[in-house]
């Protein structure tokens, strides 16, 4: 059976927070300014970087990076770069990132920090070229209905981690997507406490061997750091909880064969939401469209499987 979704649930916008995130507060001035005037405002300029990690400096909150050539800006060298907290927990000595360096306030960040590493990048682009096909292949049947098995895929995790789907194999999973912008209270808020709350109820009963996945909606942004913030800021449980982001390429595919609609417009993003259950061999066996579902149901169906 196709997905239904209300003409309400299809028209809601997610707008997203184009302002800079996480720049430090403003040092106060060393004089008054003088009426009639407007205090300056701090240039920040903004690159894209590629390097390799040296060290992770917790007491500066800073990584040591050796990186590229940074064409028309500055040199190849090694420097220290400031980082949220999130990234510092994921830096990896001797791992290659890419990432946005941001000249601010007399200080050098790292920012959208994401592994790029050989390894890593060659599964992520593997895995999503092989979605791609799928998704072509299926056509206009690329909607998986309930009895098919969950689509072959490869994202990354919180920590940076490449997680294929068949790592979830033999266990049952709860599945929806979200992402961190979303000011919507009833919608990816919404999905996340509900997640929670169905984490909680299924340990409490008793129920083993289940996982609990999230995939983010707008990947450009969710880079590994910022859901790992994202969860630790609500004091999410992680130890059978993954929040994957990757390739936008691979997720459009994915939310095309589980059919949930995302849309972009400017600074908003569009969609719906779905919770989806998969057993132990990777088939789909429920599903739940919104936000609002009976987490004692979806209790009773991990307790049964």
């Not at 996480?22 to 240039?43: I, L, Y």
């Not at 750091?225 to 390429?249: H, I, K, Q």
Request: aromatic share 6%; proline share 5%.
């Amino acid at each position: 059976m196709k997905p239904r979704y209300s003409s309400a649930a299809a028209a809601v916008a997610c707008v997203l927070m184009v302002a800079a995130g996480c720049a430090k507060k403003a040092e106060p001035a060393a004089s008054a300014p003088v009426a009639g005037t407007t205090p300056a405002v701090p240039v920040e300029v903004r690159h894209a970087l590629t390097g390799e990690i040296l060290k992770a400096d917790p007491a500066s909150s800073a990584l040591l990076v050796t990186h590229d050539e940074i064409k028309g800006y500055m040199p190849a060298m090694t420097m220290e770069f400031k980082v949220s907290a999130a990234d510092l927990a994921n830096a990896q000595p001797g791992q290659r990132i890419r990432a946005e360096l941001v000249e601010r306030g007399g200080d050098y960040w790292l920012e959208k920090i994401w592994p790029d590493d050989t390894v890593t990048r060659t599964s992520l682009d593997a895995a999503a070229k092989a979605l791609a096909q799928d998704t072509a292949m299926r056509g206009k049947e690329a909607y998986r209905e309930i009895g098919e098995v969950l689509p072959t895929f490869t994202l990354l995790d919180q920590a940076g981690r490449a997680v294929p789907a068949s790592r979830f194999r033999g266990k049952q999973v709860v599945l929806n997507f979200i992402f961190t912008r979303c000011p919507i209270a009833t919608m990816c808020p919404a999905a996340t406490l509900r997640m929670g709350q169905l984490q909680a109820a299924a340990r409490a009963a008793g129920a083993k061997d289940f996982e609990l996945v999230s995939i983010s909606l707008d990947p450009e942004y969710d880079t590994p750091g910022v859901l790992r913030d994202y969860a630790e800021t609500r004091g999410l449980d992680t130890s059978n909880w993954s929040f994957l982001t990757g390739p936008d390429a691979a997720v459009r595919h994915l939310l095309a064969q589980l059919g949930v609609i995302r849309e972009f417009e400017g600074a908003t993003i569009k969609h719906t939401l779905a919770t989806v259950l998969i057993n132990e061999e990777g088939r789909i066996i429920h599903r739940e469209d919104g936000s609002v579902w009976r987490v004692d149901d979806f209790v009773r169906r991990l307790k049964k499987g």
